[in-house]
């Protein structure tokens, strides 16, 4: 049995913006994606995937457009604005801040 | 702000049309989603099916992920709706009654509510000009300084309102008015009101031209000494001069001075006057107001100065130039201050308004509003069964997982749904209302207000109608929602019993109404006797052959003008018919050690046998030439004679008239109801008339029409003094006037009783429709075990019986209470109110009980009727 975790609440917009920073990719992309960089830990339900994307999409951080995908399919592919790099660069630095403090109240003996 | 705002628009559009495009790509990229995954899993070595199956295993239920998906967007919101609002009209037509009854009831809640409000709104928001009310203004004006007066609130001098009319920039046309009272002709019976104008007055209020003839010329209004013109009312013209074709060039006096009549102006003329009006130039004025020349003094405010706004100004800078006007004004009358306010010309806004249409507004409008509360109640309660009958469906959506809120704004999409077609439906009441108000409690010389619905009105009507509709619909659904799943879906007893504790409410609802109901129905019928009473008493003579005509001065020359008509049998004069006319409360009489209210008429010898009234006992004045007239005679009435002497001859006693004269009974006749004002009883004195009195009622006896008569009589008064505007009319015709005036309040009060009856009837329905919902199963057990229909029905019409019972005594007993009161309130006028009518409250009962059973009847007999093994079934 893989070990899971539960996104926390408002980490899985983080998570979507650093898979498109690597690169465009399509909403099935992403998932597997998000699922090979955290060792099978983040399985994402589409459920809330897609409405994840949409609502990025809808905050102008997010662009999508039809493309073929590497298996020759017709597939409907996301990349990051420049908007959404910055939100992705702030949005990362305050998560580092939350998580070193967080590591730092743990750690005390 | 502007720029924020189409920012806002451009992105919610964008978002619109984001969302438009990926509804249409959706199934499109979940298919890609799907297909990918299952090659995965494929690769990964399983079975192709397997792969597919477990793939959409993993996507989680398509179906939940589209609802999810489409949750973000802002177009689902619009699509739900959309989907409610079509689905709703399909709901209601399942049940065309119920339907048909919540519109009904809204629509006369709403409509009536906003009729109201549109009447309110024109008597007191609105400019009182038949045309661009948002260009009109009124100047409010307070001048201080030692010198000066005003005779009207917010008035300038004349002096001052040329000096705003020749300066002001902003203003495209200023004029002034100020109203005096007038004296037409000399046999005038009541003053008329006249408005002395500028010439710019009639284009400033109407657009409307004259009937007749034409407005005034500037030479007339200017020039002092010219302006003996006159224009009159459309009103005026019909009733005073029969209509004359020939009025334009026709001199009438005015006060003693002579006037040409130059045009009329059309009925209900915008121009600021009560319909039957004059107008005169303002540069007349030193002709009235005791000699002072307002004119070219320049100390006395005594003009209102209106006027319209000039293209492309507004009222800010209209407001600021006219100040500054006003202050150099000032500055060239030293130790003067002047405030100046520019009102949009309302009533609530006229500088002599003071504070009671600030508190009158709201109260006539809390007023209007109670019975739109007691409608949205029983709307209520009629919907509250049906959410009772759709307990069952309602869980079924819940379990199957439809959300709460998606239900509510079902249900509220129904009720909305009714509430518009109510809404549509009452834009006709908004019409009709304030009309009807017009017709029934103004008089032809009411003003003119501009009560045509308006944007304000039409904005009013709809946000009453969606709070109806919110209002109304909002406990049913709720109520529906909350419910406990598992009770729902069982339909068993303990849900049933959990509700019933509640409906104490209702009890009082229905109770109230059929009260209010009650107490309006008996006061309607009251009234309706009182004025079939009126207009068909005996007055003790023939009053379809007994003319009325006021008279001021010349009156023996116009009775022997009318003397001589060939259909005239007689002529005599009094000061009264039956009543003190303007005395009020009649004269304190003592006589015989009795003290009593009677009365007085002084009248002409002739008086008895010209009205008709019988002599019982002695005889009248200068009936014997045997016995000297004298002028310390008395003629009593029976009824007097009966209360000051009981049992003992009348004739050759004294009483005292209760102003310190001693007179004697010298004969005794039989009473006369009172045509106006006190009613005593019937106690009437009369006294001898000295043959110098002017200003009297001539009454005269004729045959034939009384039309004919009437029409006779003014033609020989004119003959007679060219400037009269007599105004002869049968006592029938006073009366059937004064009935009919009476007529119209008592059909408003009626129509009232007939609408809480009514509601009152939707209310109960609704209570038994929803006991006999929830109480199906049992019903259908009972006739199973061999109950009889009519117990049934008796058991469940028991349901309303008591707050009916309870509501209608309370009514009878509120109406017994008032009506005493009101016939108090009504005893200085005409009319007579009989509290203890038995007739009354036995037919307001009969009916109010009529409607109640009706409305408990059609829910308890389909109950009765139900198939027991349907009802059984039903789990």
Redesign the interface.
């Known amino acids: 049995m893989t070990p899971r975790a539960d996104l926390l609440q408002g980490t899985l917009d983080l998570l979507v913006l650093k898979t498109l920073a690597l690169g465009p990719l399509?909403?099935?992309?992403i998932s597997?994606r998000l699922r090979e960089l955290s060792g099978d830990a983040f399985q994402v339900?589409?459920?809330?995937l897609?409405?994840a994307l949409?609502?990025l999409?809808?905050r102008g951080w997010v662009a999508a457009e039809?493309g073929v995908s590497p298996?020759g399919?017709?597939?409907?592919f996301y990349r990051l604005t420049a908007a959404g790099r910055r939100q992705f660069t702030a949005e990362r630095d305050g998560w580092r801040q939350f998580a070193a403090a967080l590591e730092l109240v743990l750690a005390a003996e | 702000v502007r720029d924020l705002l189409g920012a806002w628009t451009r992105r919610a559009l964008r978002?619109l049309r984001?969302a438009a495009r990926?509804e249409r790509?959706f199934d499109?990229?979940?298919r890609?989603?799907l297909?990918?995954?299952a090659?995965?899993l494929a690769r990964s070595g399983l079975a192709p099916d397997a792969a597919r199956r477990e793939a959409r295993r993993?996507?989680?239920?398509a179906l939940?992920?589209r609802e999810?998906?489409r949750?973000?967007?802002p177009l689902h919101r619009l699509e739900a709706l959309a989907q409610d609002l079509r689905l709703a009209p399909r709901v209601l037509w399942r049940s065309p009654a119920l339907a048909a009854s919540v519109v009904l009831t809204l629509a006369l809640g709403i409509g009536v509510t906003a009729g109201v409000f549109a009447f309110v709104d024109g008597l007191l928001f609105r400019a009182r000009v038949s045309y661009a009310p948002a260009s009109f203004v009124q100047l409010a004006v307070e001048r201080r300084d030692s010198l000066s007066r005003a005779t009207l609130p917010g008035a300038v001098s004349a002096g001052d309102f040329r000096a705003y009319r020749e300066t002001a920039r902003s203003l495209g046309a200023v004029a002034a008015w100020s109203p005096v009272h007038l004296t037409l002709g000399r046999v005038d019976p009541a003053p008329t009101l006249g408005l002395l104008v500028s010439c710019e007055f009639f284009p400033v209020y109407s657009a409307e031209r004259p009937l007749l003839g034409r407005r005034f010329l500037p030479d007339e209004c200017e020039t002092p000494g010219r302006g003996a013109v006159a224009v009159i009312g459309e009103e005026l013209w019909r009733d005073r001069f029969a209509a004359d074709p020939a009025i334009v060039g026709r001199p009438i006096v005015l006060d003693g001075k002579v006037f040409t009549v130059v045009g009329v102006m059309p009925a209900n003329y915008a121009g600021r006057l009560r319909g039957p009006g004059i107008w005169l130039p303002y540069s007349a004025q030193p002709q009235f107001f005791g000699g002072a020349d307002y004119v070219r003094d320049d100390a006395t405010a005594w003009l209102v100065v209106v006027g319209r706004l000039a293209p492309g100004a507004t009222r800010e800078r209209a407001a600021a130039e006219l100040r500054l006007i006003a202050g150099r004004l000032d500055a060239a009358h030293p130790g003067r201050s002047t405030t100046l306010r520019l009102t949009d010309g309302s009533t609530v806004a006229e500088p002599g308004a003071g504070r009671a249409a600030a508190w009158l507004v709201p109260l006539t409008m809390a007023a209007v509003t109670l019975p739109l509360v007691l409608v949205c109640a029983n709307v209520t309660l009629l919907l509250l069964a049906r959410a009772a009958a759709r307990r069952r469906e309602t869980a079924v959506r819940l379990a199957l997982g439809a959300g709460v809120g998606r239900l509510l704004r079902m249900m509220l999409a129904e009720t909305l749904t009714l509430a518009a077609v109510a809404g549509a439906a009452s834009l006709y009441l908004l019409h009709a209302v304030p009309a009807l108000v017009r017709h029934l409690l103004f008089s032809a010389d009411t003003p003119f207000y501009d009560t045509t619905p308006h944007a304000v009105a039409l904005a009013y009507l709809a946000a009453v109608t969606t709070a109806a509709g919110l209002v109304s619909g909002w406990v049913p659904a709720s109520q529906s929602l909350r419910l406990r799943l598992t009770d729902a879906l069982k339909d068993d007893d303990a849900a049933r019993a959990g509700a019933r504790g509640r409906w104490g409410a209702t009890d009082l609802l229905v109770g109230v109404q059929v009260a209010v109901g009650t107490v309006l129905v008996v006061g309607a019928a009251l009234f309706f006797r009182a004025e079939r009473v009126m207009a068909s008493a005996d007055r003790g003579f023939d009053t379809r052959r007994t003319l009325l005509l006021p008279l001021g001065g010349a009156a023996a020359r116009v009775a022997d003008g009318v003397r001589a008509l060939p259909n005239v049998r007689a002529v005599a004069f009094t000061s009264a018919l039956g009543d003190d006319g303007e005395a009020g409360a009649g004269a304190r009489v003592t006589g015989g050690g009795a003290v009593r209210r009677a009365a007085r008429a002084v009248v002409s010898p002739e008086f008895f046998a010209t009205v008709g009234v019988p002599v019982v006992r002695g005889r009248t004045f200068g009936g014997n030439a045997a016995a000297p007239v004298g002028l310390t005679d008395v003629v009593v009435s029976e009824s007097l004679a009966r209360a000051l002497w009981p049992g003992a001859d009348p004739l050759g006693r004294r009483l005292d008239d209760g102003d310190g004269h001693s007179l004697q009974v010298i004969g005794v006749v039989r009473d006369v109801r009172p045509l106006s004002g006190a009613d005593v009883g019937g106690a009437q004195f009369y006294t001898l008339r000295p043959a110098s009195t002017t200003g009297d009622l001539l009454v005269a006896r004729f045959d034939g029409d009384g039309e004919a008569a009437a029409r006779a009589v003014n033609d020989a008064v004119r003959r007679l003094d060219p400037d009269a505007v007599p105004a002869a009319r049968t006592v029938a015709s006073i009366v059937a006037t004064q009935a009919e005036l009476f007529g119209h309040f008592a059909t408003l009060v009626g129509a009232l009783g007939a609408l809480a009856i009514a509601l009152a009837a939707v209310g109960i329905y609704g209570v038994v429709a929803f006991v006999v919902s929830r109480r199906t199963k049992e019903m259908g057990v009972r006739v199973a075990l061999g109950a009889s229909r009519a117990r049934l029905v008796g058991s469940v019409m028991g349901a309303c019986a008591r707050p009916v019972a309870a509501g209608l005594v309370a009514g009878l007993t509120l109406a017994a209470g008032g009506s005493v009161a009101l016939g108090e309130g009504f005893r200085g006028t005409p009319v007579r109110i009989d509290p203890a009518d038995p007739t009354s409250y036995a037919a307001a009962a009969a009916l109010v009980l009529a409607a109640a059973l009706a409305a408990m009847g059609v829910p308890a007999l389909r109950a009765a009727g139900a198939d027991p093994v349907r009802a059984l079934r039903r789990d």
């Open positions: 399509h909403g099935w992309g597997k339900n589409q459920g809330s897609y409405p949409y609502r999409e809808d039809w298996e399919r017709r597939a409907k | 978002r984001t990926r790509e499109d990229e979940m890609f989603h297909e990918m995954e090659a995965e993993r996507f989680g239920g939940g992920a999810d998906v949750a973000t967007a």
